[in-house]
Each structure stands twice: as structure tokens, then as C-alpha cells.
């Protein structure tokens, strides 16, 4: 049965005369997506700009009744695994991962007041007052990962009313979510879901005042130095092992590279050894070939699934990138090779490991979709550089001078310093810095 993924705006479910058909992993088709046109996005967005504000207490009741309703209830007719599978089968995501997202999402949304009150400064108070910029946010939202939603769930937090353009691949989640808000109590203009082309998602970055927008290099690159945009792109997260190498360290590894199909920002794309990088590149293969593949839907996968023809795109740029470098895991496939096929027009996109003689070699910046990983060499005269520009940036060191620079590198946006297990699933944590600090401001106070 065809999906139908409906414009939802002022509290309402709308049809549109614009529609697409989203396919799934396999070639089928999935979902019939109505999109809001540019004019009916900035209609959508003037209208919350209007309506009334609503209680801080009230709105965080609401969201952690919404976290409950999105993990545990049928909404809109779709069941939570029927959600998991639909957004499995459009992202290539393996399903596992949302199924984690509903408990995850259920939890985190009870702990939004207390995730948000830790993002207050704690100098305001008498003589200020942390106020937001503005009244609504605008998202235009990926699809790599169900678990970016949470940001805006925070904006909704602060007091925003948030307008989503969804991902391609993945309007499932927030959809999903809109509805839950809705069945909390959140009032008609507080979220709305407007799926659209590249026109309505400038249209609401445009209308929103404020916008939080995921995207390439490109996107960071055109609106970078907007002062109204918050963009958030590639993570290019690193790994710095200075420390000998052990089974201890290997697993950690492994578990930072390809958890969650390694479709994460987080996900480490890079890793730096003051050690032999060969050993620990051939260490790294031998392990990450053993993952298995698997249809998307099946709760054993742990790779992405991608429609043949784009997964192929994706191991031709990691060739380009590695410029001749060989790929250490392709002597542990078999007659498959990298792209192992799982059903239908669907390729499991297996794991790349490979090692590069050169700090400076650009693949070091190159970030894919699925396991790829790049090791270089790093010796101690090295410093940061080669480690600045990371998401993400875990530092297995005894130096602590390198733990102090990694801290004052602007660069660097999450240090973790040893082996810390699953820290992205911290909801206290920032992610990329807190949204706080884009959404709100300190405006001075007085009273007599």
C-alpha cells in the first residue's frame, strides 16, 4: 500500500495538486508526498508568526505527552512499527535505528524542560532576562537519521512554533511527530509539516525569521554568514589513537564507525594513529567486513541499503577521493564485493577501510553515507590541525596539552577524551553547540 504524506499545517491534514512518488530502497513505490508550494509555505509560516504564545510549563507537558504518543500510539492510522518500516524502506536506514528513535524520542521528550534550562547562562537573571530572537524556526530537515528531529523538539521547548521542510527520503519522522504534538495539545500553529521543492525551502527559510538547515558543503557554503541561518552540515568526526592498540580500543572503534549504518554525523569518518596506520587499517577491515548484510527491514541489518545505481555513485566517489588508495576491506568480500545486493533494485553498501600516507591527503575530509573510513598517520609535532574541523573529535591520549587545544579549537564542536560508550545518545550534550545559543539572547533588565 502506497503511503500518503499529507501537507499539515494550522492544525490540519491538506491535500496538495503537487505531489510526488517517493520510492523505496528497492525501486517501489512508497509514499505519495503532497508538497506546499512556495506561496501556501510563506501563507503557513505568516499565519504561525500570529498566533498567541503559549505557557512554558503548558508547552513542556505537551512535549513529553508527545514523546510518549510517538514511541506507543497509532497515529494518523500508522502504527509504531509500521512507522519503522516506512522510514527504514525510504531512508535506507537499517529499521533498528528507528526503532530505537521511538524510545529514544519517548524519553528525551519528558527531559526537554531540564535540557533546555541547562542551556540558560547562568549570569541572567537580575539584571537580564534570556529571551528568544524570534517566534518561529524554520527546519529543513535531512534524512540520514531519524534522531536529528530532536533539535527542533528543543526550539518547541524554548517557545518557538517550528515549520518543517522534511527530507526526501524521510518525511516519516517528522510527520510522525507533528502528529503526536497535535494529539498532546500543541495548539493548530505550533508545528506544521510542508514538504516542498528547493523553491518552498528557500520560501520558508525566507519566512521563518529564524531556520536551522541540514545540507552539503554547497549549502553550507551559500548561506554560510547568514546571521539568521544556524546550518548545519557534514561532520567530518575524527579519532586520534595514541595509545596502544588493543581489542579494547579496536571494538570502540568499530562501534564509532558503523553504529547506526555510520549514516551518523557523529559517525567517525577518520582516524589518526601515532602507531603503524597499516596494522591499525588492517585491524579495522578484518573487523568491519564481518558485518553482515541484510534488507533494510530485517532486525538484524546494521549497513545502509541504497536503489543500486545511487550506491554505485557512492563507492565511484570514495574511489575518486581515495585517488588510487586501495580499499583494505575488499579482500574479506566475496563475489559481491562492496555493494551486496539485499532485494530488488536494493544494495547494501558494505564498509570501506583505507589507509593514507599523507595528514594533508583531502579524503580525510571526504564524509559518505554508509562505513568509510580513512587512516592516516599523526605524529606528535602534528599538533590539532590535522584533528581540527570535527564534529565530533574523540582523543584516546595521554597528552593533556592536546585535550586543552582540542577544547579552544573552534573547530572542534564535541571532545571526548578515552573510550566514552554511546555518547551521542547523551540528551544533555550538545550536539553542534546548543541551539540555545542561536535561538535565544540576554536583554538587559531592570525594575524599580
Known amino acids: 500500500m502506497v503511503i500518503t504524506v499529507p501537507v499539515l499545517r494550522d492544525g490540519r491534514e491538506c491535500a496538495s495538486r503537487d505531489t510526488r512518488t517517493l520510492h523505496d530502497v528497492h525501486g517501489d513505490p512508497l509514499a505519495e508526498v503532497h508538497e506546499a508550494p512556495a506561496l501556501t509555505t510563506r501563507l503557513a509560516v505568516r499565519a504561525m508568526h500570529r498566533a498567541e504564545p503559549v505557557a512554558q510549563d503548558e508547552r513542556t507537558a505537551q512535549l513529553a505527552k508527545a514523546g510518549e504518543l510517538f514511541a506507543s500510539a497509532t497515529l494518523g492510522g ?51 532576562r534570556w529571551a528568544r530572537r524570534g517566534t518561529v524556526l524554520g527546519v ?26 522534511p527530507g526526501t527520503r524521510d518525511p516519516f519522522t517528522p510527520l510522525r511527530l507533528v502528529r503526536a504534538l497535535l494529539a498532546a495539545g500543541l495548539e493548530p500553529h505550533g508545528a506544521s509539516l510542508l514538504p516542498g521543492s ?79 596506520p597499516r596494522e591499525l587499517g588492517a585491524a579495522l577491515a578484518e573487523r568491519l567486513a564481518r558485518l553482515p548484510a541484510h534488507p533494510v527491514t530485517d532486525g538484524r541489518a546494521v549497513l545502509p541499503v541504497r536503489p543500486a545505481a545511487e550506491a554505485a555513485g557512492l563507492r565511484a566517489a570514495r574511489d575518486r577521493a581515495a585517488a588510487g588508495a586501495a580499499d583494505l576491506t575488499a579482500g574479506h568480500y566475496g563475489a559481491d564485493g562492496p555493494l551486496t545486493p539485499v532485494g530488488g533494485d536494493g544494495v547494501a553498501l558494505r564498509p570501506s577501510v583505507t589507509v593514507l600516507d599523507d595528514t594533508a591527503h583531502p579524503a580525510l575530509g571526504t564524509e559518505l553515507p554508509f562505513p568509510c573510513v580513512w587512516v592516516a598517520p599523526w605524529r606528535p609535532a602534528d599538533g590539532i590541525a590535522p584533528l581540527d574541523d570535527s564534529l565530533a573529535l574523540t582523543l584516546l591520549t595521554g597528552r593533556e596539552g592536546l585535550v586543552a587545544q582540542a577544547l579552544a579549537s573552534p573547530g572542534v564542536r564535541t571532545v571526548l577524551h578515552g573510550r566514552v560508550p554511546q555518547w551521542w545518545r547523551d540528551p544533555y550534550l550538545p550536539h553542534d553547540g546548543h541551539l540555545g545559543q542561536f535561538l535565544m539572547e540576554a536583554r538587559g533588565y531592570a525594575a524599580a
Open 198 to 276: 528547493h523553491t518552498a525551502a528557500d520560501a520558508l527559510v525566507e519566512a521563518a525569521g529564524l531556520s536551522l538547515v541540514y545540507g552539503s558543503e554547497a549549502t553550507v557554503a551559500r548561506l554560510r554568514g547568514d546571521a539568521r541561518v544556524l546550518v548545519r552540515g557534514p561532520g567530518r568526526s575524527k579519532f586520534l589513537v595514541d595509545t596502544p592498540l588493543d581489542d579494547a580500543v579496536l571494538d570502540h572503534l568499530v562501534e564509532e564507525i558503523a553504529s547506526d549504518g555510520g549514516v551518523r554525523c557523529t559517525n567517525t569518518t577518520a582516524v589518526f594513529t601515532s602507531g603503524d
Open 78 to 128: 500508522e502504527t509504531p512499527e509500521e512507522y519503522c518500516r516506512a522510514q527504514a524502506l525510504g531512508s535506507g536506514v537499517p529499521v533498528a535505528v528507528a526503532r530505537r528513535a521511538l524510545e529514544r524520542t519517548g524519553g528525551d521528550c519528558a527531559l526537554l524542560g531540564e535540557v533546555v534550562a541547562r542551556q540558560t547562562p547562568s549570569g541572567t537573571g537580575g539584571t537580564a
Open 140 to 165: 529543513v530537515a535531512p534524512s540520514n537519521h531519524p534522531g536529528t528531529h530532536g533539535a527542533w523538539l528543543q526550539a518547541l521547548a524554548m517557545g518557538y512554533r517550528v515549520a518543517v521542510r
